[in-house]
């Protein structure tokens, strides 16, 4: 998203009071939406995910895995609206609003980042994917196919590496994924895959969404 692009700015609530461009909005630390879209499925009574790899070069966390698409909401656009954007415009990956289901949303202060003040919408996208579908893009570099319980190890760093289904610049394979994979995020981030993942986990289990988990 270019850094002119503009955007909502929203109120501690979550409300819109206005419209600035996204450089603006960053130097400001106003508060506005981001959208993440992970992707998980039932297979064979495991739950699976596809995460992405980051990639952009201006990115802090470059080379960690990642939601299978994200970024800021635009100006006047729906979150939903946002995560289909996203999944399409980051991994080639074309849904409808009706396959997503909203997961609930958090509201997080990061001092000392570009955004600082965030309301972060949490989408699931429950279709079963195929690593080779997905399309890599300037922001996207590769994909990892792993369990949420391996994915949940990592984060705890109760392992160092977990076999995961991989694709990047070497090819499609089966390979280790590294704890290193996740290490260069903050408290706050992981904090926010931890509930992610435990509603993931409830939806997939039991059908039905928990926004209290969020």
């Known amino acids: 998203m270019p850094a002119d692009e503009l955007i909502d700015v929203l109120d501690e609530?979550?409300?819109?009071?206005?419209?600035?461009?996204?450089?603006?909005?960053?130097?400001?630390?106003?508060?506005?939406?981001?959208?993440?879209?992970?992707?998980?499925?039932?297979?064979?009574?495991?739950?699976?995910?596809?995460?992405?790899?980051?990639?952009?070069?201006?990115?802090?966390?470059?080379?960690?895995?990642?939601?299978?698409?994200?970024?800021h909401l635009l100006q006047g656009e729906s979150a939903a609206e946002g995560a289909v954007r996203e999944l399409e415009e980051e991994v080639g990956l074309q849904v409808a609003e009706s396959q997503l289901v909203e997961l609930g949303t958090m509201r997080m202060e990061r001092p000392?980042?570009?955004?600082?003040?965030?309301?972060?919408?949490?989408?699931?996208?429950?279709?079963?994917?195929?690593?080779?579908?997905?399309?890599?893009s300037d922001e996207v570099d590769g994909f990892a196919q792993v369990s949420i319980a391996d994915l949940s190890d990592l984060i705890e760093a109760r392992?160092?590496?977990?076999?995961?289904?991989?694709?990047?610049?070497?090819?499609?394979?089966?390979?280790?994924?590294?704890?290193?994979?996740?290490?260069a995020y903050p408290p706050t981030i992981l904090e926010t895959f931890r509930h992610s993942l435990a509603a993931i986990e409830h939806y997939l289990q039991h059908g039905e969404t928990n926004p209290g988990l969020i």
């Open 13 to 71: 609530s979550g409300a819109v009071i206005g419209t600035k461009s996204r450089a603006s909005v960053h130097q400001d630390g106003d508060w506005h939406g981001l959208i993440f879209v992970w992707s998980a499925w039932l297979e064979e009574g495991r739950s699976m995910m596809m995460l992405q790899r980051r990639a952009k070069r201006s990115d802090p966390f470059s080379a960690q895995v990642d939601a299978l698409a994200g970024g």
């Open 112 to 136: 000392g980042v570009d955004c600082s003040r965030v309301m972060e919408h949490l989408f699931l996208c429950p279709v079963a994917l195929q690593i080779e579908q997905l399309k890599t």
């Open 159 to 183: 392992r160092d590496r977990v076999k995961a289904h991989l694709r990047d610049q070497e090819g499609t394979r089966v390979g280790d994924l590294s704890h290193r994979a996740v290490a």
